[in-house]
């Protein structure tokens, strides 16, 4: 798939739980089908593992793997490979993790991501090489564009709306910001991705370096408890994206230029009927698969194929 100028991306994947490599190896496959395309590849893992180690160079030999302390999720190794890595050699960034499943009900934005969905939702942009090719188009033809992930991700956090956690999230947020040098837009509320996986312009991720932060600056791994830094970081990568201006003075956007309207109108329906009710009604009616090779998507009405993207 040709691109109008050749790119350099950086990937960068914390790989946790090591046997989910198999599907964020098939994703980055995806790259390798661009032409003027080229990326690097940086993994962090929290423990040593040949076999995985193997299979990294196997996948790609000059690899870069750096072991790190179990602290901060997946965002605290990654604020760690952002200290060593020279960001304005690429011109956008990768970012990935071995999300695990979700074994309790969960929803966000009226989807449901129990089980593997939130994972998928998270992948989406990079899982087919049609989506992905939709992301380099957009950032490369909108220069308002600074982030793009799965809208079904996105949330907002307003000030002094939510309640004490996402409140106390919001102003550490906005303290880190202004600390950056940011002021904070729009003012009173922020858009980020749950999830944190995502494709943006490496130069929107500078600012972060001002704050001096290392793997040390996160506790050890409490998943009962969300008042800390990881959570906080999470919201601040879409707050700073927005907070930053483009050469025309705009401001970035977060943005998903692959989703169709259709799923905005499922959102609405799965807020207005109860979820028992319509998931099998939904699923009749329209749904989208994934050939088991990742290569592509084929949207079915009523269980019959209608078209393969």
Known sequence: MPLNKSLK??????????DMWNKLETCIENLKSFDHLSFDLVVTVVK???FLFERLKAFKSDVKIIKVLNKGYDLGPFVEVLNIVDLDKYDYLIKLHTKRDIP????????????????HKLLS????????????QCLENDDNAGLIANYALFSRLCCNKGNETENWIFNEAEKLLKKMGLQPYPQDNCVHVSG???????????????????????KAVERENIKDLPHVLEVLLGWMTTSQTNN???????IDPFSSKIFK??????????????RKIIRFVYRIEVDPEGKFKIIKIFKIPVLKL
Not at 9 to 18: D, E, K, N, R
Not at 125 to 136: G, N, Q, V, W
Not at 265 to 278: E, N
Request: charged share 20%.
């Open 48 to 50: 040593d593992d040949q």
């Open 248 to 254: 025309r003075g705009q401001h970035y956007r977060i």
């Open 196 to 218: 944190t996986m995502f494709i943006m312009r490496c130069k929107l991720l500078n600012p972060l370096k001002k704050l001096n932060l290392s793997i040390n600056s996160f």
């Open 9 to 18: 991306i950086m990937v960068y994947v914390h790989i946790y739980y090591h």
């Open 125 to 136: 942009f990079i899982s087919s090489r049609t989506d992905l090719k939709k992301c380099f």
């Open 104 to 119: 309790y009900y969960h929803e966000l934005n009226h989807f449901i991501l129990t089980g593997q969905r939130w994972r």
């Open 265 to 278: 109108v499922i959102a609405l329906i799965r807020y207005l009927l109860p979820y028992r009710l319509i």
